[in-house]
C-alpha cells in the first residue's frame, strides 16, 4: 500500500510540547490551588474566633438573652445598613420582647484577623430569615465584627452590617 503520508502541519516536536505545556499547565494550578488551602489555613486562635462567631449566631437563633448578655461587651453598638446605632440592651431588648424570631441565623465566608492575642476583626456574611412584627424576612448581610478577649473569653464588642443581595 505504499508509504502513509503525514498531513500533520506542524512539527512532531512541537505537538510533543504543546502536550507538555498542558501537563506542566495542570500540574502547576494543582499545587497554586494546595498552596492557597494551605495558606488559609486557620491557627487554633481563629478557629475559637470563628467559633465564638458561630455560637453569637446561636444565642439569636435560640432566643437566649443570657447567652447574648455574655456575648456582647457592655459598650457594644451594631451600625446598621440605614445608618441606625443599635446598643446592647436595644439587641437583648429586641430578643427578649418576641418582635423577632429568627428560622435562620448563620454565618458563612468568614475570615478572621487577629491583633495581638486580645483584639480579633472577622469578616463574613450572615444570612437571617424568620419574621418581625409577624412579618417574614429573608436577607443576607455583610458583617465586620470587632471581638475583644476579655477574663478569658472573646465578646464581641462593635459590629457593622450592610445588606447585599442574596
Known sequence: ?????????????RL????????T??????VAVLACRFSLAQTPTEQEVLQFEREACKAFLDADAA??????????????????????????????SGKVHYEVFENYDMLARLYGNDTAVV????????????KPFDRVVQFTDTLIKRDGRWQL??????????
Do not use: C, Q, W
Open 1 to 13: 500500500m505504499g508509504d502513509k503520508l503525514d498531513l500533520r502541519t506542524e512539527p512532531v516536536s
Open 16 to 23: 510533543n510540547v504543546s502536550k507538555y505545556n498542558m501537563k
Open 25 to 30: 499547565a495542570t500540574l502547576v494550578a494543582f
Open 67 to 96: 447567652a447574648l448578655e455574655r456575648v456582647l461587651t457592655p459598650e457594644f453598638t451594631l451600625t446598621l445598613s440605614n445608618g441606625e446605632v443599635s446598643t446592647r440592651a436595644d439587641e437583648i431588648n429586641e430578643l427578649r
Open 123 to 134: 469578616l463574613g456574611k450572615t444570612r437571617v430569615k424568620g419574621t418581625a412584627n409577624g
Open 157 to 166: 464588642a462593635a459590629g457593622h452590617v450592610s445588606r447585599i443581595e442574596k
